[in-house]
C-alpha cells in the first residue's frame, strides 16, 4: 500500500513537471527566445527639457517649380518631361537652371532675426554651391538642392542652436520683371534635420515624412510654432552624401552623375545620362542611404494668423519659432535584450520550478559535502 502511495506520488510530480514545462516552454519561453533572436524593437517615446533646441533646416520651393514660359517654349508640359528629352546646343542643367527659380536672380529670401536684423539671401555669388549667411545667434550655410519634381530648392541649415524664445521672420519676394506668367502661386516650406535635408532630392523619407507647409503669393502674415522630435534608430546612416555617392559609383552606367549637387559626382549633362541613373540605382538600396541613424524631425504645432499683414502678388511673409523648449525623445530599443532574456527566463523558472541560482548551488554544495 506504501509502495503504491509512493508510485503514485511519483508520477503525479512527473506529470506535474511535464505540464508546467509545457506551459512554460509555449507561453513564455518560445515568445521570449523568438523575440530576442528575431531581433525585435519597438519605440520608447518620451518627453525633456532642453537648454537648447537645434533650429531646423528650412528648405524653400517654389509652386509649382518650372517657369511656365520656358515650359511652353520647349515644350515641356509636365516636369518631368525635361528628363525624358534631350536639347539641341544645350545640356540638361542649362535647360534645367533655365527652367527653374534661381535665387538672387527671380526671387529674394530676407531674414529678420526677432526684429534685430535683416539680413538678404539675394544676390549670393555660390560657390561650389554653398554659402554662409551670418546672423547675430549664428550662421546658416545656404544650399541649392536640385530636385526632381519640385525643381531648384533652396535649404538655409543653421549652424547654431536656440535657447528660449527665438525666432525668424522669413520673407520672400518674387523679382517683379518677371512675366505675369512665371510669378508662382506660392512656396512649399520642409522643415528637416540638417542630416536629412537631402532626402528632398528624391522625396524620400523611409523613417519619418518631413514636415512641410504650403504659403501662397499675397496670403496674410502667419507664425509658424514647432516642435521638435529627436529619434535614436539602432540602424543607420551617418553619412547620407557619402552613402548617396558610393551607391551611384556602383550603378552599371556608362557615365556617373546625378542631379544632387552634394553628391560627390558630376551633374547629369544629358537625359539619357541621367535616366540611366535613375532607372539603374536599386531604390531599396537607395531608401537606406536615406535612412539616418540620429535625426530630427519638426512638428508644426500650431499655424497662427493673428496679425492680419496682407502682402503683395509678389511677396509673402511668415514668422518660424520654437513653440517650447520642450522636446520628444523616440529611441527605437530591443523588445528583449540580453539581460530581459536572462531575467524572464530565471523569473519564469522560479515561478514554475522554484529553481534559483542560489537554491541550485546551495543544493550542490550540499550534495558535495554529504559526498565528502
Known amino acids: 500500500m506504501v509502495r503504491k502511495k509512493v508510485v503514485l506520488q511519483i508520477v503525479c510530480e512527473i506529470v506535474l513537471y511535464i505540464t508546467c514545462s509545457i506551459f512554460f516552454v509555449t507561453f513564455f519561453f518560445y515568445d521570449q527566445i523568438d523575440a530576442y533572436i528575431k531581433e525585435r524593437y519597438t519605440l520608447a517615446n518620451g518627453f525633456v527639457k532642453a537648454k537648447a533646441l537645434e533650429f531646423p533646416t528650412t528648405t524653400i520651393c517654389m509652386a509649382p517649380g518650372q517657369k511656365t514660359s520656358i515650359g511652353l517654349k520647349y515644350g515641356l508640359y509636365y516636369y518631368d518631361d525635361i528628363y525624358k528629352k534631350d536639347f539641341l546646343n544645350s545640356t540638361l542643367m542649362e535647360r534645367y537652371n533655365e527652367s527653374n527659380y534661381e535665387l538672387g536672380k527671380d526671387f529674394d529670401i530676407i531674414l529678420n532675426n526677432n526684429q534685430q536684423s535683416k539680413v538678404t539671401l539675394g544676390k549670393i555669388q555660390f560657390l561650389e554651391d554653398k554659402t554662409y549667411v551670418e546672423m547675430p545667434n549664428g550662421a546658416f550655410k545656404v544650399l541649392e538642392v536640385r530636385t526632381l519634381s519640385l525643381g531648384k530648392c533652396y535649404a538655409l541649415l543653421p549652424e547654431f542652436e536656440v535657447q528660449g524664445s527665438f525666432g525668424i521672420d522669413f520673407t520672400i519676394k518674387m523679382n517683379p520683371s ?195
Not at 192 to 221: C, E, H, R
Not at 321 to 326: A, N, Q
Not at 344 to 364: E, H, P
Request: hydrophobic content about 35%.
Open 178 to 372: 518677371l512675366e505675369s506668367i512665371d510669378i508662382p502661386e506660392g512656396v512649399q516650406i520642409f522643415l528637416s534635420s540638417n542630416k536629412t535635408w537631402a532626402n528632398i532630392a528624391d522625396q524620400m523619407w523611409p523613417q519619418v515624412l518631413t514636415s512641410s507647409k504650403y504659403k501662397s503669393f499675397g496670403s496674410t502674415y502667419s507664425e509658424l510654432m514647432i516642435n521638435l522630435v529627436e529619434h535614436y534608430f539602432k540602424e543607420g546612416n551617418d553619412d547620407i552624401i557619402g552613402c548617396l555617392t558610393d551607391l551611384a559609383k556602383k550603378v552599371d552606367c556608362p557615365v556617373k552623375c546625378h542631379i544632387l549637387s552634394s553628391v560627390h559626382l558630376p551633374l547629369c549633362n544629358t537625359s539619357t545620362d541621367l535616366r540611366c541613373m535613375l532607372w539603374n540605382t536599386p531604390v531599396a538600396e537607395e531608401a537606406d542611404c536615406y535612412m539616418a541613424k540620429k535625426f530630427n524631425s519638426y512638428q508644426i504645432g500650431r499655424t497662427d494668423s493673428t496679425i492680419f499683414k496682407k502682402t503683395s502678388n509678389l511677396t509673402l511673409e511668415f514668422y518660424m519659432g520654437m513653440y517650447s523648449m520642450m522636446k520628444q525623445v523616440k529611441e527605437e530599443i530591443e523588445v528583449i535584450s540580453t539581460p530581459d532574456l536572462i531575467g524572464s527566463v530565471g523569473g519564469s523558472l522560479g515561478m514554475f520550478f522554484g529553481l534559483s541560482i542560489t537554491a541550485t548551488c546551495s543544493f550542490c554544495l550540499r550534495k558535495l559535502f554529504e559526498k565528502f
